[in-house]
């Protein structure tokens, strides 16, 4: 099959059509027609086998998760996801593994009315790469350097699952069988917070979404802030699941922290908010994101402390996240 019959075959009808695409794919380029008063929000994620997803993981998980991880930094900035892009490298023409790869691509891509409007394609390694395009009301995005001292800090959900379904593959179980399946479904298919990211619109200070781990992505908002924060381990939120692999001792409870904390791949939302808002925001309705959680304090001090309920320091292997060339 050609390239081009390929394209045509798979990717042409491949989501639902939106009337602001002017011009999608088949021609050398895209048009798009933004909303009037919008500001655009780009973001593009590159996904390589072995490296961003276990090599046993089914071709519809990785065309879900490759849409979902960019789908994830628009949700941070509050913005609406509208047109994407893909660049697909792959071994050899497979179509059993493209039908499933687009089945999982626009299974979200649909849910979300994200138009696919163009990509590439070519031959080498499999290697996946998304450009999202989405947009958000004139001064109205979510960024990372808006954090101030007495900020409340809060994620969404739940965190370590997906981690944990990594440490599983790694270390062969996590002390109960039948809980497997629900960590790699955590792993495999995470849940792009876009609902919630829309709502902190106008009462976040800052935000991000936790990809390569609690304690870096908040490291990037402290960064990018110039402030501190003060994070009480005890408060991070983790799964009834999560908490059962602990009990069945699949993992030793240091270890339980270090993979919440650190392990990345949650795809949640951490955010800050004044401190005369947190309250309020406590208050509202969060079962668009399994909830929410108020984890610490920004301070005016840099750097990060974590500590325990009585505010005592806890020990804490600060890995940075993950860095590709480290």
Request: hydrophobic share 45%; charged share 20%; proline share 5%.
């Amino acid at each position: 099959m050609s390239e081009f019959r390929l394209i045509d075959r798979y990717f042409t009808a491949a989501t639902t059509p939106r009337a602001d695409v002017v011009v999608g794919i088949g021609d050398d380029a895209a048009i798009l027609q933004p909303p009037a008063g919008q500001q655009m929000v780009v973001a593009t994620d590159t996904l390589v086998a072995g490296v961003h997803f276990p090599l046993d993981t089914t071709a519809e998980a990785i065309g879900y998760k490759a849409l979902a991880v960019n789908l994830s930094d628009l949700a941070a900035m509050g913005a609406t996801p509208a047109w994407a892009l893909l660049a697909l490298t792959l071994p050899e023409q497979a179509p059993q593994w493209l039908t499933g790869f687009m089945a999982g691509f626009s299974s979200l891509a649909e849910q979300f009315n994200v138009a696919l409007v163009g990509g590439d394609t070519t031959r080498g390694p499999l290697t996946i790469t998304v450009q999202i395009i989405g947009h958000v009301p004139a001064g109205a995005a979510l960024t990372r350097g808006g954090a101030r001292s007495g900020d409340r800090i809060f994620v969404t959900g739940k965190l370590g699952d997906a981690a944990l379904a990594l440490h599983a593959l790694s270390d062969g179980g996590c002390g109960r069988e039948d809980l497997k399946a629900d960590f790699r479904e955590r792993l495999d298919f995470p849940t792009p917070r876009i609902a919630a990211g829309t709502l902190l619109r106008s009462k976040a200070s800052s935000a991000i979404d936790v990809s390569d781990g609690l304690i870096a992505d908040l490291g990037h908002i402290l960064t990018a802030s110039g402030v501190g924060a003060r994070v009480v381990r005890d408060r991070i939120p983790r799964s009834e699941r999560f908490l059962a692999c602990l009990s069945a001792g699949g993992v030793d409870a240091q270890t339980g922290w270090q993979i919440a904390l650190a392990g990345g791949d949650d795809y949640e939302l951490c955010f800050t908010i004044p401190e005369k808002d947190g309250d309020e925001m406590l208050g509202r309705d969060w079962s668009v994101c399994n909830g929410i959680t108020e984890i610490g304090v920004i301070t005016a001090e840099k750097g990060l402390q974590l500590v325990d309920l009585a505010g005592q320091p806890v020990p804490f292997v600060n890995t940075g996240g993950y860095d590709h060339f480290s």
